[in-house]
Nanobody, 110 residues
């Protein structure tokens, strides 16, 4: 399986950003995808996931602000991030069965 995250950038606090994770080569038509992030000087932390039946759940730190969805036709999972906070800054990664995509940097400014 191959994964590629994209869509990161610079956004002001309170703003929104949508990340994409495009996947290929999975044996599953709808693979479960996890999102993680790593802030500056911090350990990598879990953000949320979407299952093979498109059920999503989230870490408490982002619940109510972030939404994970899937476009099956595009083999892409999205991470919609609203009401962004400075502490959401970091490199965001998507992962599936231990395979990690290249991360995408999100910077939230004050």
């Amino acid at each position: 399986v191959q994964l590629q995250a994209s869509g990161g950038g610079l956004v002001q606090a309170g703003g929104s950003l949508r990340l994409s994770c495009t996947y290929s080569g999975s044996q599953y038509s709808r693979p479960g995808i996890d999102w993680y992030r790593q802030g500056p000087g911090k350990q990598r932390e879990f953000v949320g996931f979407i299952t093979v039946v498109d059920r999503a759940d989230y870490a408490d730190t982002v619940k109510g602000r972030f939404t994970i969805s899937r476009d099956h036709a595009k083999n892409t999972v999205y991470l919609q991030m609203n009401s962004l906070k400075i502490e959401d800054t970091g490199v965001y990664y998507c992962t599936h069965t231990g395979v990690w995509g290249q991360g995408t940097l999100v910077t939230v400014s004050s």
